[in-house]
Every structure is written in C-alpha cells, then in structure tokens.
Nanobody
Framework: QVQLVESGGGLVQPGGSLRLSCAASVSRRIFSISLMGWYRQAPGKQRELVATINSASATNYADSVKGRFTISKDDAKNTVYLQMNSLKPEDTAVYYC?????????WGQGTQVTVSS
C-alpha cells in the first residue's frame, strides 16, 4: 500500500509563496521511475491537474500556474515538491499529491492552501 503524506499548506496573502512537500512510502527505485503530480480541488469544482514530473524530471504545468509554480523532486528522499509563488485567491484549494507507477495510482490526503488578505 503506497502512502503519500503532504505538508506545507496554510494561509497566505495574495502575492505570497508556499512550498508543498509530499513524501512517498515506496522504494527509491519505484519513486524515481514514477510519474508524480500535484492536483487541486476548489470548493464546488472538479479536481484539476496542477503539475507533473516524470522519471526524467520533465515537467508539465496547467496554464493557470505556468511561470508561478515549480514542481521538483528529490529521488534520494522520495519526496516531490511544489513551489508556489505569486499566489492568487483563485489558487485557494485542497492540493493533492499523486503517484502513478504502472497500474498503481495513489493519492495523498490533501493539504489546504488558502490565499486571502
């Protein structure tokens, strides 16, 4: 059973920054070849892709976060990060970590990010 544990959410003012972390309870080999991603779900809306990073560290971003968010990973720590800068009120959501390895798809429990003055 894969466990993903997110941390780093909170309340921040518009224009501020937060860094989310997600630690995966899998072997280092599996983590290094998995597709890791961050998704978010705002109240009353569907869950949407924020960013992904693959085994070669190639990244993909939603248009709404390009230039403001950066996804990265540390294979030695089995951890994926989401650096969020220039946050806007519309970034307010529960952010979920996601791991995909073959037929295995796992989700974290989510961490709340609230952008408000």
């Amino acid at each position: 059973q894969v466990q993903l544990v997110e941390s780093g959410g909170g309340l921040v003012q518009p224009g501020g920054s937060l860094r989310l972390s997600c630690a995966a309870s899998v072997s280092r080999r599996i983590f290094s070849i998995s597709l890791m991603g961050w998704y978010r779900q705002a109240p009353g809306k569907q869950r949407e892709l924020v960013a992904t990073i693959n085994s070669a560290s190639a990244t993909n971003y939603a248009d709404s976060v390009k230039g403001r968010f950066t996804i990265s990973k540390d294979d030695a720590k089995n951890t994926v990060y989401l650096q969020m800068n220039s946050l806007k009120p519309e970034d307010t959501a529960v952010y979920y970590c996601n791991l995909r390895f073959g037929a295995v798809i796992s989700w974290g429990q989510g961490t709340q990010v609230t952008v408000s003055s």
